[in-house]
């Protein structure tokens, strides 16, 4: 098991900026991969960014290409996701999973944390 906490959440304009923070611990050593997703309400859970724990390049929605950007910093077992030039659209709570695989399908990943809310303002 690996246990996930996020934070960093809150309320911004639109333009603005945010960072998520995805604090692992437990068996990190099994996981291959850390996705963000989000939810807004009423809507599904979409794929947000993913990055493999060790090395590898990151994958990107289309929705968030180029505003963006997840790192790792594996000395601190944290997932960042660095969210510039924010839009109204982009409220909803976000979350962070583990994985074996890098995938943009949520089924592919084993362990969530509980969810930061982020909320831009137009």
């Known amino acids: 098991q690996v246990q996930l906490v996020e934070s960093g959440g809150g309320l911004a304009q639109a333009g603005g900026s945010l960072r998520l923070s995805c604090a692992a611990s437990?068996?990190?050593?099994?996981?291959?991969?850390i996705a963000w997703f989000r939810q807004a309400p009423g809507k599904e859970r979409e794929f947000v960014a993913a990055?493999?724990?060790?090395?590898?390049?990151?994958t990107y929605a289309d929705s968030v290409k180029g505003r963006f950007t997840i790192s790792r910093d594996n000395a601190k077992n944290t997932v960042y996701l660095q969210m510039n030039s924010l839009e109204p659209e982009d409220t909803a709570v976000y979350y962070c999973?583990?994985?074996?695989?890098?995938?943009?399908?949520?089924?592919?990943?084993?362990?969530w944390g509980q969810g930061t809310q982020v909320t831009v303002s137009s």
């Open positions: 999973a583990a994985g074996q695989t890098l995938s943009i399908r949520d089924i592919q990943y084993y362990n």
């Open positions: 437990g068996r990190t050593f099994s996981t291959y991969a």
């Open positions: 990055i493999p724990w060790r090395v590898g390049r990151a």
